[in-house]
């Protein structure tokens, strides 16, 4: 049976100072998220990784929001995957639709991000999903089919179970707009047929989150889907309060 997973992505938010107050905040959290077997972090800015990853319970997973493929040279403004490591981060975001948006984050980059990572024995979190544009005129499976085979081209089933994928709508994210939990299911079990075609049995094993305007009071209601195995989680993970309840609704 595939473990829960509660992550957190933090986006631009939150100083040094406020990520270790959460993060110390955060200690009895965790421990409650392990004792029920769930797996739960949060994705700090690059300055806050180091802070959170000391002040956090050691059973919290901090994840980067990205990483360079390269491991060093002339990327101003990039970080490397021996950087990440170098403060013990094993986990990183690959793909939020932010980056594919703002930063011109291609499938192919997508894919050369992973590739490291793997080699290095890190998790990737790939995030896939369409616009409001896409979704209206009915693409949704075809965007996300292109999505996930050139982002995992070449990629072994031994690989790829180190894999979490999260689907996050792109017009439901941060707008309040939640796709309803059958089209959540529908998209995530097509991800998993995907995956199935592409990597055989593993594809059982891989975490599929669900991400979009995800709350305390309808994460519930995405988890309770069979393919759903966990959320990618914005707004409602800033506070200790709001991501306490998104525990404590899932427990």
């Given at each position: 049976m595939r473990r829960k997973l509660l992550l957190g992505n933090w986006k631009m938010n939150k100083t040094s100072a406020e990520a270790k107050e959460f993060a110390l905040a955060s200690r009895d959290l965790v421990n409650l998220a392990h004792q029920n077997n769930i797996d739960i972090g949060v994705a700090p800015t690059y300055l806050s990784l180091a802070?959170?990853?000391?002040?956090?319970?050691p059973k919290m997973?901090?994840?980067?929001?990205?990483?360079?493929?390269?491991?060093?040279?002339?990327?101003?403004?990039?970080?490397?995957?021996?950087m990440l490591q170098e403060f013990g981060i094993d986990w990183v975001l690959i793909g939020h639709s932010e980056r594919r948006a703002y930063d011109n984050e291609t499938n192919q980059k997508c894919h050369d991000k992973m590739a490291v990572l793997l080699a290095n024995n890190m998790v990737p979190v790939y995030c896939v999903g369409e616009?409001?544009?896409?979704f209206e005129a009915g693409q949704t499976k075809e965007v996300v089919s292109s999505q996930i085979r050139e982002g995992l081209a070449d990629f072994t089933p031994e690989q790829v179970k180190r894999l979490v994928v999260a689907y996050e709508p792109v017009w439901s994210i941060g707008t309040g707009k939640n796709a309803s939990t059958e089209i959540a299911q529908d998209v995530c079990g097509y991800i998993r047929s995907i995956l199935r075609e592409l990597f055989g049995e593993v594809a059982e094993e891989i975490r599929i989150l669900y991400g979009g305007s995800v709350k305390p009071e309808n994460i519930k209601a995405y988890l309770s889907c069979p393919d759903i195995d966990g959320g990618l989680v914005g707004g409602a993970s800033l506070k200790i309060d709001?991501?306490?309840?998104?525990?404590?609704?899932?427990?």
């Open positions: 802070t959170v990853k000391e002040n956090a319970d997973i901090v994840a980067a929001q990205n990483v360079h493929f390269m491991d060093h040279g002339a990327y101003t403004g990039e970080i490397s995957v021996p616009t409001l544009a896409q709001s991501y306490s309840g998104l525990l404590t609704n899932i427990l």
